[in-house]
């Protein structure tokens, strides 16, 4: 009989100590930090440098410009974004207004606002990302926006990228 009791106690021991997943997917969580993350979006006008897009973006990220190409990769990215420093008088205000999702993605939809050293206002629109994990980090996996104001021939920027 104590054999029995010492066999029931081990095995109720191991099934109420029994682990629960440590991956187990909070949103409220990943809508906090995303919201975190959004506060320092606009960083990435002052640094011309891969490691730091690195931490925001996961490797195979892609971003769809406002009626611009289509960029894939850290470099690229990076290059975009500094626009060999011409971009760093920039602010940008985002404010996500939706964020859904699961553990393989969460979706954020927002607007943003871009203004100049001088707070003049230069764009303001509307964005999509996707947000994946990587190495157990949230980071934006694609990109897209396209601004509500319209645009002529004649404001349109053409960035030219550099080539492998």
């Not at 191991?14 to 930090?33: H, M, Q, R, T, W």
């Not at 006008?45 to 891969?50: F, G, I, R, S, T």
């Not at 190409?69 to 985002?94: H, M, S, T, W």
């Amino acid at each position: 009989m104590s054999k029995f009791l010492a066999l029931f106690f081990l095995l109720f021991s191991l099934i109420a100590c029994e682990d629960k997943p440590k991956n187990s997917f909070n949103l409220e969580e990943v809508k906090g930090y995303i919201e975190r993350q959004n506060k320092t979006y606009g960083e990435r006008y002052l640094v011309n440098e891969a490691n730091y897009t690195l931490q925001k973006y996961t490797k195979d990220a892609c971003i769809l410009t406002d009626k611009g190409p289509r960029i894939c990769g850290i470099p690229g990215i990076a290059f975009y974004f500094y626009n060999e420093g011409k971009n760093v008088n920039l602010k940008i205000d985002i404010e996500a207004k939706t964020i859904f999702g699961g553990p393989e993605h969460v979706v954020e939809e927002g607007i943003f606002e871009l203004k100049d050293d001088k707070e003049n206002k230069l764009d303001d629109g509307k964005y999509i990302a996707i947000w994946k994990q990587e190495n157990k980090m949230w980071k934006i996996y694609r990109e897209i926006w396209n601004s509500n104001i319209e645009s002529s021939p004649s404001n349109s920027t053409i960035i030219e990228l550099p080539t492998k």
